[in-house]
Nanobody, 129 residues
Framework: QVQLQESGGGLTQAGGSLRLSCAAA?????????MAWFRQAPGKEREFVAA????????DYADSVKGRFTISKDNAKNTVYLQMNSLKPEDTALYYC?????????????????????WGQGTQVTVSS
């Protein structure tokens, strides 16, 4: 069992920045393949934001955040981060952290919510215009 705890959400104006953190805790050895951030706005489906493989530095981003958001990790701390710059009102959502220990030969699978075993409770990000 893996517990994921997000932090760092809040309220900011358009053009501002926020940094989200997600710390993973496990009673067993943390065998992780990838972690990701998803978001869900009211009345909308949960959507992919960014993913990072736990081994190496491979990352992937949704087109809507590419160039503005950066996902990174600290393997020693079992923590993943999401640096969000140039925020827009349409970035307003509940942001979720997710992890998976399953290997996927095609990295595109990491864009699907179905590929993840564990989820955090979410942290709210609100961007005012």
């Amino acid at each position: 069992q893996v517990q994921l705890q997000e932090s760092g959400g809040g309220l900011t104006q358009a053009g501002g920045s926020l940094r989200l953190s997600c710390a993973a805790a496990s009673r067993r050895t943390f065998n992780n393949y990838a972690m990701a951030w998803f978001r869900q706005a009211p009345g909308k489906e949960r959507e992919f934001v960014a993913a990072i493989k736990w081994s190496g530095v491979s990352t992937d981003y949704a087109d809507s955040v590419k160039g503005r958001f950066t996902i990174s990790k600290d393997n020693a701390k079992n923590t993943v981060y999401l640096q969000m710059n140039s925020l827009k009102p349409e970035d307003t959502a509940l942001y979720y952290c997710a992890s998976t220990s399953t290997y996927y030969s095609n990295s595109r699978y990491l864009r699907s919510t179905l590929s993840y075993d564990y989820w955090g409770q979410g942290t709210q990000v609100t961007v005012s215009s």
